[in-house]
């Protein structure tokens, strides 16, 4: 998508989207949220990543929340750690599986990205 139509679609969304709204985006497992003013913070949006279940819901009731390209970076770093992917390999071993989720419903308005 343009740089344009991307920033004109996050901004209608920041002014006219609800406090907490979660939009989904072309990337499967990542929304934007809306969050609402907070102290001395403004009302800012943020990115969600929340892989999505076979119904393309998202998994968990709240995501992993990223507020900045900054805050991006140093996360990107960690997730390249082999030692994590050990770590995560190691819970998979321990953990007892969940349920299965339902199947896919029809699609919702998403921000092309």
């Not at 934007?32 to 999505?52: A, C, H, Q």
């Amino acid at each position: 998508m343009k740089g344009g139509r991307l920033t004109e679609s996050l901004r209608v969304f920041l002014e006219k989207g609800s406090d907490w709204e979660r939009k989904p985006t072309t990337l499967p497992g990542v929304f934007i949220v809306k969050l609402p003013p907070y102290g001395k913070s403004p009302t800012r949006l943020v990115v969600e990543i929340n892989p999505i279940d076979s119904s393309g819901k998202p998994s968990r009731r709240r995501g992993f929340i990223i507020r900045n390209s900054q805050e991006f970076i140093k996360i990107r770093e960690m997730f390249t750690d082999d030692k994590l992917a050990d770590l995560l390999r190691g819970i998979d071993e321990v953990n007892p599986q969940g349920p299965e989720r339902p199947k896919p419903k029809p699609a919702e308005e998403v921000i092309e990205i």
